[in-house]
């Protein structure tokens, strides 16, 4: 069926690649097709002009993470969410991007995912952006089989990742042919990452999750699941030579990405140890939520801490606590120092967790409790004084340090 004079776009097209050829023979520009997340759908290949930018992102399959940056750093990307018109974007040297202009293709209030016109040696015009809305149009349907394809896969890809963190498979060849089955090669290496949000994850910020889980290249997450307030990841850390430092730095982006684009405050992570048999991941995730239960209890000691690994004597404060609510442990130089404070309306005792968790740094401590120097010495010789404590002495210290905490820990 021949397409009208008046809508070029109304034939029936068997797939993206056609209609994106079919664009490109209308606007004769350059032509990409993406999904929501920026992933690579179809691209016209009738026209020898491009840029960096859609060369990687051809050859890549997604736009490249700096590209994605940028665009939401000027403010595109927002504007192509919130709008349903042609968008033009100047050039930006650093990125490889040259002028050009993208539009959003929507299903109701569901994106489906984005037109980008190369515009090289021609400036489209109003008849150009009225036509690059018609090609929106005429994408959409292909959009919505896409979309309903991705759904059934994340669904299939939901189930196997609870299956795993809930300790379903009894063989790696069973785990292996799964990930087979959903398309998935796994890692010779992985950690499961969790982070706690203020309050139960609605739909919307589910969809946000989502779209900064598959722009972010590096490190890749195989696998993600929803659970209340938490978001739960499987991370590969293929030929990773420093995975803890990389899985830091990957919690505070997205952290920061998600408080920067979307304003959602007060997102905690942990994160497990590396492990390579995935029989382990039930065990990694039971690690990840220990780290957010501690740093729940301690938070200014832990505010640095989101590995399982760097815990230290946190991670075995619950064993501690088993055998002190048996009398078997209890630190009576902390009881004097306990009933000092409440007799004499003093704070010996907060000086001196602050001391062990300076590190017995009096500067540092000083400037924590904002007190003189001066007056630190004098409450750290009462302390010795009063509870019989040779704070020069590590055992000493190490011992204190631990029950007071295991005292926070137990209320």
Known sequence: MAASKQDPFSESFDSLDEIADRISE?????ITIEDANHRLLAYSTHDDRTDPA??????????????INSLWKNGVIPKLLKTREPVRIKTVDEIGLGDRVAISVWKNDELLGFIWALE???????????????????????LIQVHARKHKKDEQ??????????????????IHLQFQSLKITPPPSYAIMVFNFSSDIKSETEKQVS??????????????????????????????????????????QFIYKMMDRYNVPS???????????????????GEAQKVLAIKRKFPAETKEIHSYQSLGIFKHLDILLEKSTKGELGNPALKQLQDYDRKNHTDLIETLETYLNKDCNIQDTAKALNVHINTLNYRLKRISEIGGINLKDPNQ???????IKLEKFNH
Request: hydrophobic share 40%; glycine share 6%.
């Open 211 to 252: 779209y900064q889980l598959r722009t972010i290249q590096k490190p890749a997450v195989l696998l993600y699941t929803f659970d209340q307030q938490q978001l739960v990841m499987l991370i590969s850390l293929d030929r990773n030579a420093n995975p803890v430092e990389t899985l830091t730095i990957f919690s505070e």
């Open 54 to 67: 859609r060369v990687a992102t051809i050859m890549g399959r997604r736009v490249p993470e700096k590209v």
């Open 157 to 174: 890809s939901h189930e196997f990742f609870w299956k795993l963190l809930t300790g379903h498979y009894h063989s790696n060849e069973e």
């Open 120 to 142: 090289i040696g021609k400036t489209l015009g109003e008849e150009g952006m009225g036509l690059l809305k018609r090609a929106a149009e005429a994408t959409k349907n292909k």
């Open 267 to 285: 997102l905690v992570q942990g994160f497990s140890g590396i492990y390579s048999d995935y029989l382990h991941i039930e065990k990694a995730f």
């Open 397 to 403: 210290k190490v011992s204190l340090f631990v029950d």
């Open 26 to 30: 209308v606007l004769h520009c350059p």
